[in-house]
């Protein structure tokens, strides 16, 4: 079955940097566009950026674009979010997912890392 | 940005009745090809969203059938025929039309 492991979460001063990585597998993970999404403490949630299949196209939210970039390795099955210039507001979970076969939908989401962005 | 505004922002509701959501978008969620991305999430309470309904109305695999969709355009519902506890926890309408892609404020359904 789909597993999404994230790692990469800690605590970072507000300026830091942290990469967060996402091991995917149970599916054909070069042929799907992956997504982060993340959750504030108590609220809801927010879409962080994406990264097409073949990782022809990528986009981002608002909040983060010029701050957070995205990649992916599919000789690893990983995917990867480059946070740089890091906010107290940036603190969150932050959920890696999978996009359904169909595409523009979220279906399989990790279990989520934490990001504590503090002085 | 497409703002995705649900209600009730809460819902106590009694086992075994129906519950309804409501998801209104400030845009048209009819893509190009022609679908439309409106999906609802599940989040129980230290866990992570999954996916209950995408295109409007169409269950995912393993989403039990008391979990209806309907819905176009810009109007959108979600209905709970026969509330379980497992059923507890907050339901997010979310849309993937239009980049940046996103969520309503979410819906908190607890056990009355």
């Known amino acids: 079955q789909v597993h999404l492991v994230e790692s990469g979460g800690g605590v970072v001063q507000p300026g830091g940097s942290l990469r967060l990585s996402c091991a995917a597998s149970g599916f054909g993970f070069s042929g799907h566009g992956m997504h982060w999404a993340r959750q504030g403490p108590g609220t809801g949630l927010e879409w962080v950026a994406y990264?097409?299949?073949?990782?022809?196209?990528?986009e981002f939210g608002a909040s983060v674009r010029g701050r957070f970039s995205i990649s992916r390795d599919d000789s690893t099955n990983t995917v990867f979010l480059q946070m740089d210039s890091l906010r107290v507001e940036d603190t969150a979970v932050y959920f890696c997912v999978k996009e359904f076969s169909t595409g523009w939908t979220l279906d399989f989401w990790g279990q989520g890392t934490q990001v504590t962005v503090s002085s | 940005d497409v703002v995705l505004t649900q209600s009730p922002l809460s819902s106590p509701v009694i086992l075994g009745q129906p519950a309804s959501i409501s998801c209104r978008s400030s845009?048209?969620?009819?893509?190009?090809?022609?679908?439309?991305?409106l999906s609802w999430l599940h989040q129980r309470p230290g866990q992570p969203p999954r996916l209950l309904i995408y295109?409007?109305?169409r269950r995912f695999s393993g989403v039990p059938d008391r979990f209806s969709g309907s819905g176009a355009g810009t109007d959108f519902t979600l209905k709970i025929s026969r509330v379980e506890p497992e059923d507890v926890g907050t339901f997010y309408c979310t849309q993937g039309t239009r980049f940046p892609w996103t969520f309503g404020q979410g819906t908190k359904v607890e056990i009355k």
């Open positions: 295109q409007i109305s």
């Open positions: 845009q048209s969620l009819v893509h190009s090809d022609g679908n439309t991305y």
């Open positions: 990264i097409s299949w073949g990782a022809k196209a990528t």
